[in-house]
């Protein structure tokens, strides 16, 4: 199984500011999906990141709010953009490590205020 | 669209009673299914996946079923424990060109009291 963390693990900003949220996998993994889970309900895919290509964002949600990069096989980022009391969520990473299993990192628990 | 239901929402039972969650999908063309668990403020431990083509996976006390052509995934709990509370999701891989885009459920919401 893959062994993901996230950075920071949680973090309470204030409003219209900015947070990167980092994304480390132990192995090479061709794709990376970011997740929102709002309170108290289930998780929505915010977009696929893959190494040395755009990020494809689902319905919904847009590069200048949710920026993504992903400048090798192993890493990414997910910049919560100009934010508001809405982007309080926990925002999880996962991958295809081991096909078809997927795996998730812990999770970081977004406040803002 | 696939749509993704777990029932029930929530469930208390008294610990060492055997119990069953389930989950229905629209769309039966999937590739896969995969049932997770989530602690409070935690991130998801995968439990089980069931291939488009098996009927259950089994892992220790847990079993998974998954009937596809009526769109339904069963987890069963045997003997639970205090330690198995907690949210317990089913999520659908569509496969395909969108092969890792997970769909999820609601989840639900398990207590198991002592």
């Known amino acids: 199984s893959a062994v993901i963390s996230q950075k920071p693990s949680r973090d309470i900003c204030q409003r219209g500011t900015s947070l990167t949220i980092q994304c480390q996998v132990d192995s090479q993994v061709t794709m990376m999906f970011w997740y929102r889970q709002q309170p108290g309900q289930s998780l929505t895919l915010i977009a696929t990141?893959?190494?040395?290509?755009?990020?494809?964002?689902e319905s919904g949600f847009v590069i200048d709010k949710f920026p993504i990069s992903r400048p090798n096989l192993t890493f990414s980022t997910l910049t919560v953009s100009n934010m508001s009391p809405e982007d309080s969520s926990i925002y999880l990473c996962?991958?295809?490590?081991?096909?078809?299993?997927?795996?998730f990192g812990p999770g970081t628990r977004l406040t803002v205020l | 669209k696939q749509e993704v239901t777990q029932i029930p929402a929530a469930l208390s039972v008294p610990e060492g009673e055997n119990l069953v969650l389930n989950c229905s999908f629209t769309?039966?063309?999937?590739?896969?299914l995969q049932w997770f668990r989530q602690d409070p403020g935690k991130g998801l431990t995968s439990l089980l996946l069931?291939?488009?083509?098996?009927r259950e996976q089994t892992s220790g006390r847990l079993n998974a079923s998954l009937d596809k052509s009526s769109g339904r995934s069963t987890l069963y709990i045997a003997a639970s424990q205090p330690g198995d509370s907690a949210t317990y999701l089913c999520a659908v891989n569509a496969g395909g060109t969108s092969y890792g885009k997970l769909t999820f459920g609601q989840g639900t919401i398990l207590t198991v009291h002592p």
């Open positions: 996962s991958v295809d490590g081991r096909a078809p299993e997927q795996f």
């Open positions: 990141a893959n190494q040395g290509s755009e990020a494809t964002y």
């Open positions: 069931i291939q488009s083509s098996q």
């Open positions: 769309d039966s063309a999937i590739y896969n």
